[in-house]
């Protein structure tokens, strides 16, 4: 296997991203719609929540994952500014819209959960209004990456962006706990705590966040090889128009 | 340094449509407010630091665009790079500059704005103590967000759409600031949070602002 960077080649990176894609998606789908499947129809009603509680298997899930995309992006981000590795710089490109497809259903289940349990669709707590500031960051990522023409310019302006966007919204997540109090709960799912959700709920939240992150690596796995796919085709047409 | 400072100002205060600008919207978007939620002063002072210092923030966000813009269009920019002056350089006079030419003379005003809105009286100190210590950091802020975006035709509105989620924990702290001063509360915290966030941006900033620079000029 030899090492990480062997990846950081176009070629053998699409040519193993097409031989795990398949194996990725089935592991997705199936994970998906046991975790789901089982959320939703064969757990109890939780006793104060009733069954609206069942969003959970898709609002908590889907909040995890928007957060790790943004940790991922900034991971690849460093290795492109690093070590100039383009598959590096396309895989964050890649990334960023599951991201902020991530976060728009973390704030629209949360939403939706809302609603009954705390009285509104929306209130300034501390977590809601950090996941909308994320919101904010992805969308001034992606138009960056929209807005300019040449590819490697692209990549190191959005990838200085993501490394001090990450900054400012971790500063942004303590500036907005101290503006305002919260209606959150704790910690759901640390290893220690009393207070975790019972197992009869667990297990399926467990599955169902597998079938979010295998679905997330089947996604950028696709869409970078495919913006591989996309680059290597510009090439040749301008080879083609030059010969 | 200091001749590049003093140009940057003259230019300012001669080339027309700058200087004078932010301060006349900061004063529009004061009086616009009491127009939108009606003249009661109770609920005027209750919500005038939150005001004051949104109307001072997109007063600073407005003249973003020229901090580095006009120099990348005349190609004077090219020249500062090649100078001897470090890019890190640079950027810090330009953030320094816009400072002196807005958020400087945004603090000044603020006190008379907060007369419209009836700031409460042990308000006024705190207020401009907070714009004061807050208003470098959204210098410094824009200063990149103008860096990133300076190769791009009439990227004014992508770069408020970029430099704005970096307002917020600024926003945050001196608006908190503020407020607490008006209704007397304990202020030391967001006074020591604010002063950090200031600092530590115009330590840390200009790296990031130079290096995206250095991109786009290559």
Redesign the interface.
Same mark, same amino acid.
């Given at each position: 296997m030899g090492s990480i960077w062997e990846y950081a080649n176009p070629v053998k990176f699409s040519r193993t991203a097409g031989l795990v894609l398949p194996w990725v998606s089935i592991g997705a789908t199936v994970t998906l719609v046991v975790g789901l499947v089982w959320g939703f129809f064969f757990t109890p009603d939780d006793y104060r929540q009733g069954s609206t509680v069942k969003i959970i298997y898709l609002h908590v899930p889907s909040a995890l994952m928007a957060i790790n995309v943004w940790f991922m992006m900034l991971v690849t981000s460093l290795v492109w500014l690093i070590r100039r590795h383009h598959v590096s710089a396309l895989a964050a490109k890649a990334a960023a819209p599951v991201g902020i497809v991530m976060t728009v259903i973390a704030l629209l289940t949360g939403a939706i959960w809302g609603q009954p349990m705390w009285g509104t669709w929306w209130a300034w707590d501390p977590r809601l209004t950090s996941f909308l500031?994320l919101f904010? $960051?992805y969308?001034?990522y992606l138009?960056?990456w929209g807005?300019?023409d040449d590819p490697d310019?692209a990549a190191?302006?959005t990838s #200085?962006?993501c490394? #001090?966007?990450s900054v $400012?919204?971790v500063?942004?997540r303590?500036? #907005?706990n $101290?503006?305002n109090q919260g209606l959150h709960q704790g910690a759901t799912l640390s290893l220690d705590k009393e207070e975790n959700i019972a197992d009869v709920f667990s297990t399926p939240l467990y599955i169902s966040i597998a079938g979010f992150v295998l679905l997330f690596i089947a996604l950028v796995f696709l869409r970078t090889r495919t913006e591989i796919q996309k680059r290597r085709t510009k090439a040749l047409l301008a080879r083609e128009r030059l010969g | 340094m200091i001749s590049l400072l003093i140009r940057d100002l003259k230019l300012a205060f001669r080339a027309g449509g700058g200087f004078g600008l932010g301060l006349a919207f900061f004063l529009i978007v004061t009086v616009l407010v009491p127009f939108g939620v009606g003249p009661e002063s109770s609920l005027l002072s209750k919500i005038a630091p939150g005001i004051l210092w949104l109307g001072a923030l997109l007063a600073c966000l407005l003249s973003l665009d020229r901090i580095l813009a006009l120099d990348w269009e005349d190609g004077s920019l090219d020249l500062l790079a090649t100078s001897p002056l470090p890019l890190e350089g640079v950027v810090t006079i330009k953030a320094l500059a816009h400072w002196l030419t807005t958020g400087l003379p945004l603090t000044l005003a603020a006190p008379f704005f907060g007369l419209l809105l009836s700031l409460p009286e042990p308000g006024y100190p705190w207020l401009v103590l907070s714009l004061l210590l807050g208003t470098p950091a959204l210098s410094v802020i824009g200063t @990149?967000g103008a860096a990133? &975006?300076v190769?791009?035709k009439r990227?004014g509105l992508?770069l408020s /759409? /970029?430099v704005?989620? @970096?307002y917020?924990?600024t926003l945050? @702290?001196g608006a908190?600031l503020a407020r607490r001063g008006a209704e007397g509360l304990a202020t030391t &915290?967001?006074l020591l949070?604010l002063a950090g966030?200031t600092f530590g941006v115009i330590a840390l /900033?200009p790296f990031?602002s130079a /290096?995206?620079l250095r991109?786009?000029l290559?």
């Open positions: 500031i904010l $960051f969308l001034g138009a960056l807005a300019i310019t190191d302006l #200085v962006l490394i #001090v966007g $400012f919204a500063l942004s303590y500036a #907005v $101290f503006w | @990149f990133l &975006t190769g791009i990227g992508l /759409l /970029l704005l989620p @970096f917020v924990p945050i @702290f908190e &915290t967001p949070m966030i /900033l990031a /290096l995206v991109v786009n290559r």
